[in-house]
């Protein structure tokens, strides 16, 4: 296994990266990068073991309910790139026996890659969101025909691949880019149809870099995006070779979804376990800045807080139902359930800014305006900061002014827009979530029992 210094070598590789209109010479000694290649490498540390044999346990694939809950937990407080790592392995393994069916030669590249990513304790991303172009268009039909990431070219060694896949998270510090098609190709589209495996240095790779990580000097006052922080970025592939040996999918169209929902999946399942312990972050800190300003005890703040306390525990209760009907492919590969994941995942989503709007509402104004840990370590404010903080005079001035802190750096600063963003859209938008909860309800059984309360005969 790489150690966390390794990981940070591995970097120099000559990949090409940029931010704010200039190439990162050095994304391990970036202002705008090195904090998140440090959370990467501590992650490497953790996990370290000089047992020959060992591998990141986040790759072990999961053979019951209780082993994919355990994997589930070890991503609490692991950095977004093992995140992405473990969904890409996850993709590929639940792909597998499908792949396997119809495509041999395909399923042994697979397998073969999973080995190569395990022995090599590489990093991944999930390179799956294309440009787009006209939203309302297939890729076919596209004015500009490299709006989908396609193949440009075919060898008998490779195929030469060309577009961009956008919002890739952590693609600058990745090793490898698990690249796939968005979605379901159809007749015509097969150069759409392409999936593959492409290392961080590819000649034709390059990423631009965007971060919600604040640029100053002093980052105390942001408490929980100093410890949570990965660039998203742009990645464009201006004519990339890339071998057979690489390649897992290219031109069978009717195979360009699978991956696309298999990653869906269990991105979605990584979301809703974010959200979990997030909407329990959330409550606490309504609690304390409630107790901070001396509001514990009124009717509408406890309210509020016991709705916060209810969205945290249906988003929990749905990834324990996610888990706990848990389904297993042909070989005993056990994932979660498709149901209750995508359900979980739009609820968390789809009232996160409401749970934000209530915390922020029991907080008051100084969520903004509290001033910073440098300004209450000047001596000539340090007195005024402390006495004017000080709202409950059971909290210290300084507890209220980090609790502040906290709280706008969780929902109401960049990391909080990103929070906002990336809980709607990351593995796919709420329609997503909608259509796909809708497809694996048991609506007939519904029908049926609303038939039988009704007195109506039941349907032949
Ligand atoms: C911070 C962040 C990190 C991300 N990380 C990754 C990552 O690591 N890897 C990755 O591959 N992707 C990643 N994503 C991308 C994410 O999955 C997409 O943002 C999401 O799928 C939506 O795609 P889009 O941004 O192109 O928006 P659009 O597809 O333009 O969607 C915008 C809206 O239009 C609707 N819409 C779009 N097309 C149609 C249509 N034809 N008919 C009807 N409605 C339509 C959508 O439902 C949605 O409501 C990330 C996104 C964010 C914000």
Redesign the pocket.
């Known amino acids: 296994m790489l150690g966390g210094k390794q990981y940070v070598d591995s970097l120099a590789d000559g990949r090409v990266s940029y931010i704010d209109g200039r190439r990162i010479e050095d994304l391990t000694t970036d202002p705008t990068t090195r904090i998140a290649v440090g959370l990467v490498a501590d992650c490497y540390d953790t996990f370290y073991s000089d047992d020959p044999g060992a591998r990141n346990p986040l790759l072990a694939p999961p053979r019951s309910a209780a082993a994919l809950r355990e994997i589930v937990g070890l991503l609490r407080g692991v950095d977004m790139l093992a995140h992405?790592t473990f969904t890409s392995v996850m993709t590929l393994r639940t792909v597998l026996p499908q792949l396997q069916a119809a495509h041999p030669e395909y399923a042994e590249r697979v397998r073969a890659h999973l080995d190569y990513v395990a022995d090599n304790d590489l990093r991944v991303?999930?390179?799956?969101?294309d440009a787009?172009g006209h939203?309302?268009l297939s890729p076919s039909k596209q004015q500009d025909v490299d709006a989908y990431l396609r193949v440009v070219e075919r060898r008998p060694d490779g195929v030469v691949i060309r577009g961009a896949?956008?919002?890739?998270?952590g693609a600058s510090l990745a090793h490898e880019l698990f690249v796939m098609p968005t979605k379901k190709m159809g007749p015509g589209e097969e150069d759409y149809a392409i999936a593959c495996a492409v290392p961080a240095n590819a000649p034709g790779l390059s990423t631009i870099n965007t971060t919600y990580a604040f640029r100053g000097e002093d980052d105390r006052h942001y408490p929980m995006s100093r410890k949570r922080q990965m660039p998203?970025c742009f990645v464009i592939f201006d004519d990339v070779f890339v071998p057979n040996e690489r390649i897992f999918l290219d031109g069978q169209t009717e195979f360009s979804a699978l991956f696309a929902h298999s990653l869906g999946l269990w991105e979605r399942l990584g979301g809703v376990a974010e959200m979990a312990h997030d909407a329990d972050l959330l409550v606490g800190l309504a609690e304390l800045v409630s107790e901070a300003n001396g509001l514990g005890r009124v009717a509408h703040v406890k309210e509020k807080i016991s709705e916060l306390v209810i969205y945290a525990t249906l988003v929990r209760s749905g990834l324990e139902a996610a888990i706990a009907h848990a389904r297993s492919t042909e070989d005993g590969f056990v994932y979660p359930d498709e149901l209750y994941t995508n359900a979980a995942k739009y609820h968390g989503a789809a009232e996160f800014n409401t749970m934000a709007r209530n915390l922020i509402d029991i907080a008051g104004g100084s969520v903004l305006t509290a001033p910073t840990i440098g300004d209450l370590e000047l001596p000539e404010l340090e007195g005024h900061i402390r006495q004017y903080m000080t709202g409950n005079p059971d909290v210290s001035g300084e507890d209220r002014l980090r609790i502040m802190h906290a709280i706008r750096d969780m929902v109401a600063d960049a990391f909080g827009g990103?929070h906002y963003?990336?809980n709607v859209?990351?593995?796919?938008?709420l329609?997503a979530q909608r259509i796909v909860t809708r497809k694996h309800y048991p609506m007939k059984e519904s029908v049926a029992m609303a038939r039988e309360a009704a007195g109506l005969s039941p349907k032949e």
Do not use: M, N
């Not at 991303?125 to 969101?129: F, P, Q, R, W």
């Open positions: 992405t991303t999930e390179c799956i969101t787009k939203r309302a896949k956008l919002h890739i998270t998203d990103w963003v990336t859209q990351s593995g796919g938008g329609y």
